[in-house]
């Protein structure tokens, strides 16, 4: 059993190796390095029929927590949402619209944190024809090569989506709705959190924690996005940050933990449970 475990870990081990070396390769300039880290992204996390996660596996799922760099939703607003790409903007000129990962954009990462599950379905990309969460993202990246029945699932918001040498579009659309460039940059970002997360895992000794506030958790069928806590009660807000498309609304508590880490560093982290 423990030789067994120890694979498992080196095998978890190796998939954070080959992150690293394709989120460098990537920002050198090889957006097909997306392809690789969604791979073993999948691996790492997705869970079927066909396939345990290595994190299941290992069984630190619930032990690990998860940092989301997206920003904030807004329904009420016009255009699609990418919510881990941004843009560099000089000060005075106008966007030029080319959207980067948001590790590029700011070295700054924002410090909020999930349980695995929230994280894998919070909503990243939104526009008028589809909806798609980081699982959505991965899966249609690491099967584009390889087919669905890699992992069984089938019956996912990407499975609508058709893709051709520029991108994904709706059956029955002309026009790309995601391109490659942008779904690889949000693949990139996925990445920086990926590995931003087991880093933190890894080095964490222990912690105190601290309760802060409350949080919705607002549900669009399997996908979640964040809003302020009972923003639905009042008008203006429930305009702005209410999807009509609501399913159904959580509440998350939400902590603030000061973290000890094993080299005697100290830093912190705000987590959404």
């Known amino acids: 059993m423990a030789k067994m475990r120890e694979a498992t870990q080196r095998h978890l081990d190796g998939h954070l190796a080959i992150l690293t070396v394709s989120a460098k390769l990537y920002d050198e300039g090889n957006p097909e390095e997306a392809i690789k880290m969604a791979v073993s992204a999948r691996a790492l ?41 941004g843009e560099i903007t000089a000060e005075g ?70 893709r051709n040498s520029s991108g994904w579009l709706n059956t029955g659309e002309q026009e790309s709705i995601f391109s490659n460039h942008d779904a690889y940059a949000t693949m990139r970002q996925i990445t920086f959190e990926l590995l ?21 958790a607002i549900y669009i069928d ?19 940050l209410v999807d009509p498309r609501m399913s159904r609304i959580e509440k998350r508590e939400v902590f ?6 094993k080299d005697g560093s100290k830093n912190g982290r705000i987590i959404a449970i």
């Open 222 to 240: 399997d996908k979640v996005y964040f809003a302020s806590y009972d923003c639905e009660k009042y008008p203006l807000t429930a305009a702005a």
């Open 256 to 261: 603030f933990d000061s973290l000890t880490n």
């Open 93 to 162: 000129e106008e966007s030029k619209g080319d959207l980067l990962p948001m590790c590029q954009v700011d070295k700054e990462f924002v410090n909020k944190w999930h349980g695995i599950d929230d994280w894998w379905n919070e909503l990243t990309v939104n526009d008028k024809a589809f909806s798609l969460s980081r699982k959505d993202v991965v899966l249609m990246i690491a099967n584009q090569n390889e087919g669905t029945h890699i992992d069984g699932d089938n019956d996912s918001n990407y499975a609508a989506l058709e």
């Open 196 to 216: 931003k997360s087991f880093e933190y895992h890894y080095k964490l000794k222990s912690y105190s924690r601290k309760a802060e506030t409350k949080l919705n």
């Open 45 to 85: 996390l997705h869970n079927s029929t066909k396939a345990d996660s290595l994190v299941n596996q290992l069984q630190i799922k619930n032990n690990i927590f998860m940092l989301s760099t997206t920003t904030q939703y807004i329904p009420g607003k016009p255009g699609a949402y990418y919510g881990l790409l």
